[in-house]
T-cell receptor, first 112, second 116 residues
Framework: GESVGLHLPTLSVQEGDNSIINCAYS??????FIWYKQESGKGPQFIID?????DKRQGQRVTVLLNKTVKHLSLQIAATQPGDSAVYFC???????????FGTGTSLTVIP | EAGVAQSPRYKIIEKRQSVAFWCNPISGHATLYWYQQILGQGPKLLIQ????????DSQLPKDRFSAERLKGVDSTLKIQPAKLEDSAVYLC??????????????FGPGTRLTVL
């Protein structure tokens, strides 16, 4: 099976600072990656995606970086806000289908 | 646009009992997914439907879990009999090939199951 893992299970940052959440994946043939945010008691919510033919993609306050050489994905959140406190998952979609493989998740806590 | 609806939100049962969860996907979404999320872990796909047909159920414990989507709209996931290790949040998600991001899955709030 696929293996998607995260380097750090928890992360605490000061409000206003930038956050970086990392993710390692195992399938070099994966075609598509997504970052999801899950707040307590809610389902995961799409944040940003990136295809394997890209190295970087930017959204509103978020940037995803993909390093295919070392099979590493990161999510950068600029000017982190209390509302960013949640668990963040990376998900990998192999090019053999559209099944998602989710990592364990990183819990982000923003300190006011 | 209404999101993915799930019910109940919470369920507590004793082991060996049966339980059923219901999901109504976003209108028009042909693909429906059921995930199991154990506390502290990422969601794990149990079954994927395309309209009323099963696309992938390779990780569904078929001796006790079953799911159906008879009319290709809403879906039911059943556990019979439940075990202690089934305690988890059961998430339903849907997606559409016609959406701007066809791979984006929209998740419901989940049903939190506690098996005692």
């Amino acid at each position: 099976g696929e293996s998607v893992g995260l380097h750090l299970p928890t992360l605490s940052v000061q409000e206003g600072d930038n956050s970086i959440i990392n993710c390692a994946y195992s399938n070099s043939a994966s075609d598509y990656f997504i970052w999801y945010k899950q707040e307590s008691g809610k389902g995961p919510q799409f944040i940003i995606d990136i295809r394997s033919n890209m190295d970087k993609r930017q959204g509103q306050r978020v940037t995803v970086l993909l390093n295919k050489t070392v099979k590493h994905l990161s999510l950068q959140i600029a000017a982190t806000q209390p509302g960013d406190s949640a668990v963040y998952f990376c998900a990998e979609i192999p090019n053999t289908g559209n099944q998602f493989y989710f990592g364990t998740g990183t819990s982000l806590t923003v300190i006011p | 646009e209404a999101g993915v609806a799930q019910s109940p939100r919470y369920k507590i049962i004793e082991k060996r009992q049966s339980v059923a969860f219901w999901c109504n996907p976003i209108s028009g979404h042909a693909t429906l997914y059921w995930y199991q999320q154990i506390l502290g872990q990422g969601p794990k796909l149990l079954i994927q439907f395309q309209n009323n047909g099963v696309v992938d159920d390779s990780q569904l414990p078929k001796d006790r879990f079953s799911a159906e989507r008879l009319k290709g709209v809403d879906s039911t996931l059943k556990i019979q009999p439940a075990k202690l290790e089934d305690s988890a949040v059961y998430l339903c998600a849907s997606s559409s090939l016609q959406s701007p991001k066809p791979n984006e899955q929209f998740f419901g709030p989940g049903t939190r199951l506690t098996v005692l």
